[in-house]
């Protein structure tokens, strides 16, 4: 497995061509994960390792990825530290305790492995239906993205609350981001033990923070992360969605960075190309027009990499619940063929 396209292309090997995926490939777009969501809820979906497995490979099945990525989500981690979640139909996920204060955090539990056997049971059987065609990737979400979520309740415009604890009581917001880290770890290690092929750090709200805090509040916590999971052949991915400084991931032991569609990956190139390989970025919203302006608005990115490598090609962000089925086959199809012409 180890010498799949993907994961060869994370790790800054040569490749024929370069390897395609999008963020939330198991979702909403797909009539099939309609079907199955029809007939049970969110989190009954992500608890069934059975039905956590097919909608994973359904995307491979039907689009043509290059790899999957195990159907689950980030907020199971604060969830088996003791938050109460509940996905709320049409307004997504929220949690009826949030943190509120320095007990709240010293109650959460830090010893997830045991709560979250049920993603590692998926991750096995996906591993068995798959059969080697595409690696598997794990995910987290960052602390701070979790921490986010855990104090906001919910998801946010502002962000008011988290960032409050941040200004405002720097030790508790570390205490806090401490815990999720040593959450996050022990969950990611036990991916890896089921045999993941590759993971994914998702920092959704880094953007939220200003610069200057980014490294203290969050980097800090995701190298440490990466550092503690690395092993030999494993390529971790973070995807730092907002940042505009991306110097300061040149440091990061992370093999991969991925890029939103706000920023030029052109001029990122220039700042991280040779050092970490970039994953992204095309708008999902591109999906939503005709085949002509997406393999056009493709091929700009492919141009923008230079077609040489050091590239894994995805959205800037999750693909959209209405993108039509025919644009992203289209869209795939457009990048197998045309990578290779320059490789
Ligand atoms: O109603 C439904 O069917 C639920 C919709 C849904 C889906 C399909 C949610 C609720 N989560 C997921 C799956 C999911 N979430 C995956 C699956 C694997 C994949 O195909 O990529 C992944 C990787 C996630 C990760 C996730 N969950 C993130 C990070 C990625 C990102 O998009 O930034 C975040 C921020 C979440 C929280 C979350 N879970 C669900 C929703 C609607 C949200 C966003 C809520 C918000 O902030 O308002």
């Not at 969501?37 to 995307?59: G, S």
């Not at 199971?76 to 709320?88: D, H, Q, R, W």
């Not at 033990?193 to 993971?199: F, G, L, R, T």
Request: contains cysteine; hydrophobic residues 40%.
């Amino acid at each position: 497995m180890s010498e799949h396209l993907f994961l060869k292309a994370c790790r800054n090997e040569k490749t024929e061509r370069t390897p395609v995926w999008v963020m939330r490939q198991a979702g909403r777009y797909l009539p099939e994960y309609r079907a199955v969501r029809a007939r049970h809820d969110f989190l009954t979906m992500c608890k069934t390792p059975e039905l956590a497995a097919e909608i994973t490979v359904q995307p491979i099945d039907i689009i043509g990825f290059d790899a999957a990525i195990i159907f689950s989500d980030i907020l199971v981690v604060p969830e088996a530290m003791g938050l109460s979640l509940k996905i709320v139909e049409s307004n997504g996920p929220a949690f009826d305790n949030p943190v509120k204060s320095g007990g709240d955090i010293d109650r959460l539990n830090t010893n997830v492995a045991g709560k979250l056997e049920y993603v590692y049971e998926a991750v096995r059987l996906t591993k068995k239906l798959l059969n080697g065609r595409v690696p598997l990737i794990g995910f987290a979400g960052a602390p701070f993205t979790l921490a986010a979520y855990m104090v906001e309740g919910k998801g946010s415009k502002n962000f008011e609350k988290i960032k409050t604890l941040i200004f405002k009581e720097p030790a508790l917001a570390h205490k806090l981001l401490e815990k999720i880290t040593a959450s996050v770890i022990e969950y990611l290690k036990g991916k890896i033990d089921a045999e993941c092929d590759a993971i994914q750090i998702f920092d959704s709200w880094a953007g939220v923070l200003p610069p200057d805090c980014y490294e203290e509040f969050s980097l800090n916590y995701i190298n440490r992360i990466v550092s503690e999971i690395k092993r030999d052949k494993l390529p971790v991915i973070v995807f730092p969605r907002g940042i505009r400084n991306f110097e300061i991931m040149k440091s990061s032991p992370c093999d991969v960075v991925g890029v939103d569609w706000e920023s030029d990956l052109a001029k990122i190139k220039d700042t991280l190309g040779g050092i970490k390989v970039l994953q992204g970025n095309m708008d999902p919203v591109i999906l939503l027009s005709d085949e002509k302006k997406i393999r056009s608005e493709a091929g700009k990115v492919l141009d923008k990499m230079g077609r040489d490598g050091g590239h894994v090609f995805n959205l800037g962000h999750g693909i959209l619940p209405e993108t039509p089925i025919d644009n992203i086959k289209a869209l795939v199809k457009f990048i197998k063929e045309e990578s290779n012409k320059y490789h």
